[in-house]
């Protein structure tokens, strides 16, 4: 038992809790101390052999043992700046005290943190790089406001949660402290008691920019280095390439399963090297990926995300995802991420009752308990909730020079009874469905991306009737820049389902999307999940024979690229993958060496440089003014015709769809204007693997009235196919 000197005035209460690893207030124990019997210098240093406290050059005290790890040193005085230097079994080492230095979250960081308005938040909270007082190491801060205890631990203190208790600012609810000479590359995790005095176990840190490997879950501390971007010019011009008028064309991908190295590893600098190319070859405006946010299980694709500021360290570096967004940018290719701030998995080191409480979920699992998917809904009524997410969404898109966020489960953050019985769900304040507080959320977010990043894309994955998703936030809308237009994938892939002999039957599938196409800026969507799930690859769904199914697929895509809304192909499709989508395997890349798959990729090509270049095929999308039906009633023959218009110097574009295999000759179409009609793209034609029947390359009108028009073409459609003419000037 050391003595009443060597104690210096502790007493045995604080000695046991600070041994123990209770103690909710380490830096009243631990540093430097002036007591009533003189200053000291107390440090928890488990199974050390001897310690000494160093001061300009020489030893300024020599620390005695006092119970279980815990020592204190007397000094003369306490000096300004000092090192530890403690002797271990494994060798020596030296660095100063972390309990000797001061607050380090500024005044208004700890406002803007209590009131969740914090949109800097990774240079906040986390693990932060920096210099204090002179001396290099990594500045911890995490918000666990009901914890009893809270310490960081790693490697550099054999992850014992004794070692290095943190200080909470109870202000904002706020743990920190800053470990001298560590740096870059560290692994960490949180160790935090429960008000209950219960340990939990060890959570990742939210804020982490980086984490090992999975199934590693350590956070680890990222390099400061910031990158150095080249797209300058793409970022000035981002606005007019992601405008409402402009052409968007996205390649949706799976980095891990679109292609790999022949030893099967696939990173960003692989990608770079061959996604990049392809894209722009193909004419893609953009790549979009799914969840690429650090997440545990491979398996959910990424849509369980649990390290919403960090690319996942399947695909390499921080700095190896910056490269590959600087040399799409290079490439003119915009980059587009699924973002998830509907719900998370509940993953005991994640964020599931992070300090013991409830903290980003909801106590009630009929709110915070997501049915569907075992995951956990946030709280979109807590500030500093919201402040994690919007400050999330703004380090994609400001760190990483991401061109926009797909907000993934918009529907179900917007219902309270999303995929819930009666009695499963709780009503709001009004006695509704809706969830009042995930609307105020995603306002919000769509308000704060549009004033920090006012040329970002915000595209919203929502499959109901909510009205205005894309409304302006000054008239009450929600604020988002684009919709996936769930129901026009769903009617028109029922259609396209279906035998050729039936569809006349379900004619309305596919003019039906006209109702409603510009009640809201859209995009067209064939997504990832068309193609899992037992629904069959796109050619699979397909009905007859080869010929037939990839005839079919080839209308559909004439049908689509001319159709009002933006659009959105999932890899494969442009290859005609007969499998179904597996996350585990890379595309069947092989299919290119058969004739009718490479005439396929090569009409998306098309389709791709057609769209882009054809203003009446892009710029009046969200405007009735560019879309009028010619013909939009012909049951009989399953044909449907309409006209594509630009603004006024911009000429018209035609475009006629077969969806039976009978070839159609003589087929009499009304057209606004006299002249020669240039036949732009034939998706019948051989290069695509058709059998080539068309129009001759071009056909001049008739003064033949027809469908209200002076002028009409006499056409010959091909069988299963989308014919698309031009008026030639």
Excluded at 281 to 296: A, D, K, S
Aim: hydrophobic share 40%; aromatic share 12%; glycine share 10%.
């Amino acid at each position: 038992m050391a003595s009443d000197n060597v104690r210096a005035g502790l007493d045995a209460g604080a000695v046991r809790a600070i041994v123990e690893g209770s103690h909710g207030d380490p830096f009243a124990v631990l540093g430097p101390h002036r007591t009533a019997r003189g200053s000291v210098i107390r440090a928890f240093l488990p199974n050390a052999r001897a310690a000494e406290v160093r001061a300009d050059d020489r030893t300024v005290g020599t620390f005695s043992h006092v119970e279980d790890g815990l020592w204190v040193a007397p000094v003369d005085r306490l000096p300004a700046r000092y090192t530890i230097r403690a002797e271990w079994d494994a060798g020596a080492h030296e660095a100063e005290d972390p309990y000797a230095f001061p607050l380090l979250l500024g005044d208004m960081d700890v406002h803007l943190l209590a009131e969740g308005a914090h949109r800097r938040l990774a240079d906040t909270l986390g693990a932060v790089v920096t210099t204090v007082d002179g001396v290099p190491g990594v500045r911890f801060a995490v918000w666990a406001p009901n914890a009893r205890r809270v310490s960081v631990v790693g490697d550099f203190n054999a992850w014992d949660g004794r070692r290095h208790p943190m200080r909470l600012r109870r202000e904002c609810g706020v743990w920190e402290i800053f470990l001298p000479r560590l740096g870059p590359g560290e692994r960490y995790k949180y160790e935090i008691m429960g008000a209950d005095g219960v340990v939990l176990p060890l959570k990742a840190d939210p804020l982490a920019r980086q984490f090992e490997h999975p199934p590693a879950t350590a956070s680890i501390v990222a390099d400061p280095e910031p990158f150095r971007w080249t797209d300058a010019g793409w970022m000035e011009k981002r606005a007019d390439r992601q405008a409402a008028t402009a052409p968007l064309s996205i390649y949706e991908v799976h980095p891990g399963s679109w292609r790999r190295n022949p030893d099967g590893a696939v990173d960003w600098d692989f990608l770079a090297r061959t996604l990049v190319p392809y894209v722009r070859h193909l004419g893609f405006t953009h790549v979009e990926f799914l969840p690429i946010t650090e997440h545990p299980f491979g398996g959910s694709w990424g849509y369980q995300p649990l390290g919403l500021f960090a690319p996942t360290a399947r695909y390499g570096s921080p700095a190896a995802f910056a490269r590959f967004v600087d040399r799409c940018h290079e490439e003119g290719i915009g980059v587009i991420v699924d973002w998830v701030p509907a719900h998370f998995p509940s993953d005991s080191h994640g964020l599931a009752r992070f300090d013991g409480t409830a903290l980003y979920e909801h106590e009630d699992p009929r709110e915070g308990f997501h049915q569907d998917w075992n995951t956990l809904i946030y709280n979109f009524g807590r500030t500093e909730v919201i402040g994690f997410l919007v400050a999330s969404a703004l380090e994609w898109l400001q760190r990483f020079h991401v061109d926009g966020l797909r907000v993934d489960a918009v529907a179900s953050m917007l219902y309270r009874d999303y995929s819930r019985k009666h009695g499963e769900w709780v009503p709001n304040r009004y006695g509704g469905r809706e969830n009042l507080e995930a609307v105020a959320f995603l306002k919000h977010f769509n308000g704060v991306v549009r004033f920090e990043a006012p040329s970002a894309l915000t595209i919203a994955e929502e499959s109901t009737a909510w009205p205005a998703v894309t409304g302006d936030l000054e008239h009450g809308g929600l604020g988002f820049s684009l919709k996936w237009n769930m129901g026009w994938m769903h009617d028109t892939l029922a259609y396209m389902g279906r035998e050729p002999v039936h569809r006349r039957f379900h004619h309305d599938d596919l003019t039906f999307g006209l109702v409603y196409a510009f009640s809201e800026r859209f995009v067209l969507p064939l997504s990832h999940d068309e193609v899992v799930h037992g629904k069959r690859s796109l050619i699979g769904r397909m009905p007859g024979d080869a010929w037939q199914r990839m005839a079919s697929l080839r209308a559909y895509y004439g049908f689509m690229w001319t159709h009002p809304g933006k659009k959105l192909l999932f890899m494969g499709g442009e290859i005609g993958q007969e499998r179904e989508w597996n996350h585990d395997e890379e595309l069947d890349w092989w299919l290119l060496d058969r004739p009718d798959h490479a005439g396929l990729n090569r009409l998306v090509r098309d389709l791709n440089t057609l769209y882009r270049a054809e203003p009446a095929l892009h710029a009046r999308d969200h405007e009735p003014a560019g879309f009028r039906w010619v013909i939009g009633d012909d049951r009989t023959n399953s044909v449907f015709a309409y006209l594509r218009q630009g603004f006024e110097s911009d000429p018209p574009v035609l475009v006629v769809a077969n969806f039976t295999p009978v070839p159609r000759g003589g087929y009499r179409v009304g057209v606004p204007a006299a002249g020669t009609w240039e036949e732009v793209v034939n998706t019948d034609a051989a290069l695509y693997g058709g059998g080539n029947m068309g129009n001759g390359g071009a056909l001049e009108t008739e003064a033949v009235e027809c469908h209200g028009e002076a002028q009409s073409l006499l056409l010959t459609l091909p069988p299963l196919a989308t014919v698309v003419l031009r008026l030639l000037a």
